[in-house]
């Protein structure tokens, strides 16, 4: 299934031809420049606003729902927290209070993607941890012991899953890099975090028909997300407002009204594919 969300945006169409037929420039040169700085606009106002930021969410979300211990005796000789109950398995000490796990959620041999397989269902189509992290909570022990307290998340050592989080922070990027391939097809340059990404992207360049247009499409998982609107409408909204501005202060020198062919108007178009 294939959903498609298409906008000729009016406010757009109109400024874009008040500036063609204020430059002494082609009507496709004018699009085609117009069309990388909506692009670039786009990625600008895509998240992650940094690949900085970016790593440290996705970090700070798979840590929401994975702990990672180094060796410890939790998985070479684990012990019951428990006299009598073999469920819950002590995992440290900390500040003199015991943290355990439910045995079932101690995976001393996982693997990357079995770590991953955890992972996957708790993730919205954004690649975000949906709800909130589950918090220790504090069980009651045996008479005459102290409470202990029980962590929520599936336990695995701490070498695989700092390789699964770094691999999963390749994918930073992948939101603006469906942009990405239209600002660089228009001879745009991209940072190396986002031009990786950029298969999350295509175009439609009909520069060179009689109607001039260019239709820039994001294909990633994040353009199925309810902000992908308002974003987009943000940056359109924007380069109006640069346009308008360009003009007012006469940078370009005006010539005589010519009429433009067609509408020359520049689309965009976000592809989410379930």
């Known amino acids: 299934m294939e959903v498609q969300v ?32 909506l692009g670039q606009r786009l990625i600008k106002f895509t ?4 690949l900085s930021e970016g790593k440290k969410r996705v970090d700070a ?8 211990l180094d060796d410890t005796e939790a998985f ?33 041999s996982a693997s990357e993607g079995e770590i991953s397989s955890f992972h996957q269902p ?4 954004e690649g975000d941890i949906v709800g909130r992290p589950l ?12 409470e202990w307290k029980q962590v929520h998340k599936l336990t695995v050592r701490r070498d695989p899953l700092e390789a699964y989080i770094d691999s999963v922070q390749t994918r930073v990027g992948s939101a603006k890099g469906g942009w990405g391939a239209s600002v660089e097809h228009l001879g745009g340059k991209l940072p190396a975090w986002i031009h990786r990404n950029t298969g999350a992207g295509s175009y439609v360049d009909r520069l060179n ?24 409408d943000n940056a359109v909204a924007s380069r109006v407002q640069s346009m308008k501005a360009e003009l007012a202060r006469g940078l370009h020198e005006h010539v005589p009204f010519r009429e433009v062919v067609g509408e020359a108007i520049l689309e965009v178009l976000e592809r989410v594919e379930p």
């Open 122 to 125: 708790f993730r919205n189509r």
């Open 47 to 50: 998240p992650p606003r940094t």
């Open 209 to 232: 028909d009689d109607n001039p247009s260019f239709t820039l499409i994001n294909n990633s998982p994040w353009a199925g997300n309810p902000d992908a609107r308002r974003v987009v």
């Open 76 to 108: 070479e000789h684990p012990q019951a927290v428990l006299k009598n109950d073999n469920r819950f398995v002590k995992l440290f000490v900390k500040s003199r209070t015991v943290f355990g796990v439910i045995r079932e959620l101690l995976k001393g």
């Open 61 to 68: 979300d798979i840590r929401k729902v994975i702990l990672g």
């Open 6 to 37: 298409t906008g000729n945006f009016k406010e757009y169409s109109d400024a874009l031809k008040e500036y063609i037929a204020a430059s002494r420039r082609t009507c496709r040169e004018i699009i085609k420049q117009q069309a990388r700085l």
């Open 135 to 146: 918090p220790d909570t504090v069980e009651a022990g045996p008479a005459n012991k102290p």
